[in-house]
């Protein structure tokens, strides 16, 4: 393995071509006090330019990413992030804005984030939108205050409830409790959809609202939304929309259109701003007319003489991000949506659903598929007969990372055993498609003849079958220098 940056430091190597700063040491230490000042240079590694470069651009390497293979992770929509968004992010206009700038150096960013704001509005038939939270769960948090702030101001709140089907997205419930409200789980029906009766049941004056995805975590249409939102609200409660994965319905239904009051969406994954490893994000709210004199400040306005942060904001829940958001994010977002228009999201949505139905018939010959009616944007295969040939779904996945593709999210939704949930995305070609099935059709085939290869992979990758819990909760992130280089 090729050293560690810091096992090639020598003393005294340096990367820098700049000339030294012009500003004497002595300055600093008079405006900085003496007991934050470093007595020892930091332990940092003397290297070149060169050296330093080939160790990120290793690093960079070691991680499986969208943009050195296919990476069909459910309820991720890890699709192509087209490069003239970084660009239009990268403008100087944009890049070098400071956030206390005064408010008429600014109107261009104004005007994009007001723009950006009417566009989702138009997408999802909501009127009102923030675009504040970092990213999905934040976004959830921000809908969720919204409900808990108008329940409040109508001084109901004995409505401590909200119901979430037993197919939703972990951060759903995680959220609600966050917030202090009571979570309660439905189950779903054997067609993968939310059973009314068990909605009806769990329905009443302490109900404050319904987390719903639509289409859900199986990658299937809530055909009965409407009934849903007809029950909920004569119930008195509120409908949130959980908009993370909109790849399947923009320019073909909108959840204003089916009775949402509020939804968050990702715009890292549906408007394509870069995601994995942890960000940043991008994140936007929309919600009714009710819910609006709640939304965190300040809002844009656009008045007669320009664009204005309105901060005058009596009910407002507040902040929920330092200053307007992920500025850059919401830069990419905008171009996404311009670069398309309205019909080409439109199209977005018909080629990630015909991507995900066709891959999905392909893979039905050798896997067990969950619901056979047609899918979504994604859809979810059972391991169930590879189990039974002594193969786990999790060492499938581990062998997909041998042929260079990134596996999709597995034991998820937990209503299926061996869970395989599959999103393939409309920025994939038919080719790439086709090879991704070939892999699975030929993984199936491993286990009747090189089962042992199957459960000791991966073997290709740069490390192999981790300790997964240990490594998520006590991960060692830091070289540690040792006693001679300090
Ligand atoms: C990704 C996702 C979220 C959470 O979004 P983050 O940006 O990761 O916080 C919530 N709900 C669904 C359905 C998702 O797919």
Redo the contacts with the bound molecule.
């Keep these: 393995m090729e050293k560690l940056i810091y096992e090639k430091s020598r003393a005294g190597r340096r990367a820098e071509i700049l000339p030294k700063p012009q500003v004497p040491v002595k300055e600093l230490s008079s405006f900085i006090p003496a007991k934050f000042l470093r007595e020892k240079p930091p332990a940092l590694p003397e290297v070149g330019e060169l050296d330093a470069v080939r160790h990120f651009v290793r690093l960079s390497h070691l991680n499986h990413c969208i943009d050195t293979g296919f990476y069909p992770l459910g ?2 929509t890890m699709k192509y992030n087209p490069k003239v968004n970084d660009a239009m992010a990268a403008l100087e206009g944009f890049r070098d804005l400071h956030p206390h700038q005064p408010q008429d150096q600014i109107q261009g960013a104004l005007e994009l984030l007001y723009n950006l704001e009417r566009s989702i509005s138009a997408v999802v038939g909501l009127p009102h939108v923030t675009l504040q939270p970092a ?4 976004g ?1 948090m921000t809908g969720l205050l919204l409900i808990k702030a108008y329940f409040e101001a109508k001084g109901e709140t004995k409505r401590k409830k909200v119901i979430v089907p037993d197919t939703a ?1 972990g ?2 419930p995680a959220t609600a409790a966050l917030i202090g409200f009571d979570v309660v789980e439905i189950k779903s029906n054997d067609r993968g959809l939310v059973d009314l009766d068990a909605l009806k049941k769990v329905l009443g004056p302490d109900t404050a609202a319904i987390m719903l ?1 639509n289409p859900n ?1 199986l990658g299937l249409f809530e055909e009965d939304i409407m009934e849903v939102q007809r029950l909920v609200h004569e119930a008195g409660g509120l409908l949130y929309y ?1 908009g ?2 909109l790849n399947a319905i923009m320019g073909i239904v909108r959840p204003g259109d089916m009775g949402f009051d509020v939804c968050h969406l ?1 715009l ?2 549906t408007f394509s701003t870069p ?1 994995g490893g942890g960000g940043p ?1 991008g ?1 936007a709210v929309a919600c009714r007319d009710l819910l609006e004199p709640f939304l965190p400040k300040p809002v844009i306005k656009k008045e007669a003489n320009g664009f204005k942060w309105d901060f005058d904001r009596p009910q407002s829940i507040g902040k929920v991000k330092g200053f307007y958001g992920n500025f850059g994010i919401l830069v990419r977002a905008y171009a996404y949506i311009l670069a398309h228009g309205g019909n080409g999201l439109h199209q977005v949505s018909k080629d990630a659903i015909l991507n995900a139905n066709y891959l999905k018939v392909k893979l039905s010959r050798n896997f067990v598929v969950a619901h056979s009616q047609p899918c979504m944007h994604e859809f979810v295969l059972s391991g169930v007969k590879q189990k039974e040939r002594g193969v786990a779904t999790l060492n499938l996945a581990k062998r997909l990372l041998d042929y260079g593709v990134h596996a999709p999210t597995v034991y998820f939704p937990l209503v299926v055993p061996e869970a395989m949930m599959i999103e393939p995305t409309e920025t994939e070609n038919k080719e790439t498609l086709d090879r991704f099935a070939e892999i699975m059709v030929t993984i199936d085939k491993e286990i009747d003849e090189n089962k042992e290869l199957v459960l000791s992979a991966p073997l290709k990758t740069p490390v192999g079958r981790l300790d997964e819990a240990t490594a998520a909760r006590k991960p060692n992130l830091r070289w540690t220098p040792s006693p001679q280089a300090v």
């Design positions: 309820s991720c990213a999905g769960a934040h959830e997205h951060t759903n995805t975590t959980d993370a994965n990702n890292h994954k995601h994000g994140c």
